[in-house]
Antibody
Framework: EVQLVQSGAEVKKPGESLKISCKGS????????IGWVRQMPGKGLEWMGI????????RYSPSFQGQVTISADKSISTAYLQWSSLKASDTAMYYCARRGEQWPGGAFDIWGQGTMVTVSS | DIQLTQSPSFLSASVGDRVTITCRAS??????LAWYQQKPGKAPKLLIYAASTLQSGVPSRFSGSGSGTEFTLTISSLQPEDFATYYCQQLNRVTFGQGTKLEIK
């Protein structure tokens, strides 16, 4: 079964660092882009960025450039999203998603279950 | 950046109704558009890609059309499990529409 499994919910204080993960299985992890999406409580989906695990080519949405770091370890089929200094406004659900091979465009066909990040003093 | 505007933002309908959601792009995106369904507490689910191609396993009551700057998602006969929030996504420079919440009348 093709799936993405994300790490569990996190509760952090402002200023702390955090790295959440997204592990792929059932397919060639290095051959598909993995994207990250933020959903703040009660709000819509926001595109954060994407990485190609095969060569770690990474692209960021302008809104998130410099705010987060996306990385991947292809040896363990895992992508990461990390913050160096969390803010209360980072409180949200974060999803990873695989970009498929559909033509044209490559839609996001497999999604992780989401990781809830809560930042509160 | 390419902006996507969905309309309406909220839609109230009954089981069996035919509903249409529109997604307009601020500039042409050819057929680089996908539609997703999201239910409360769940991850989004891909319904349609390339503007009009049904993802495997998605019921045929869902259909998509359009190209360039105007796109539509149509549900031909609403079922109880279709009440959810729907998002369009452009796949050129990836962005989402703001979402359309479909509620039971």
């Amino acid at each position: 079964e093709v799936q993405l499994v994300q790490s569990g919910a996190e509760v952090k204080k402002p200023g702390e660092s955090l790295k959440i993960s997204c592990k792929g299985s059932g397919y060639s992890f290095t051959s598909y882009w993995i994207g990250w999406v933020r959903q703040m409580p009660g709000k819509g989906l926001e595109w954060m960025g994407i990485i190609y695990p095969g060569d770690s080519d990474t692209r960021y949405s302008p809104s998130f450039q410099g705010q987060v770091t996306i990385s991947a370890d292809k040896s363990i089929s895992t992508a990461y999203l990390q913050w160096s200094s969390l803010k209360a406004s980072d409180t949200a659900m974060y999803y990873c998603a695989r970009r498929g091979e559909q033509w044209p465009g490559g839609a996001f066909d497999i999604w992780g279950q989401g990781t809830m990040v809560t930042v509160s003093s | 950046d390419i902006q996507l505007t969905q309309s309406p933002s909220f839609l109230s309908a009954s089981v069996g109704d035919r509903v249409t959601i529109t997604c307009r792009a601020s500039q042409g995106i050819s057929s680089y558009l996908a539609w997703y369904q999201q239910k409360p507490g769940k991850a989004p689910k891909l319904l349609i890609y390339a503007a009009s191609t049904l993802q495997s396993g998605v019921p045929s009551r869902f259909s998509g059309s359009g190209s360039g700057t105007e796109f539509t998602l149509t549900i031909s006969s609403l079922q109880p499990e279709d009440f959810a929030t729907y998002y369009c996504q452009q796949l050129n420079r990836v962005t989402f529409g703001q979402g359309t919440k479909l509620e039971i009348k």
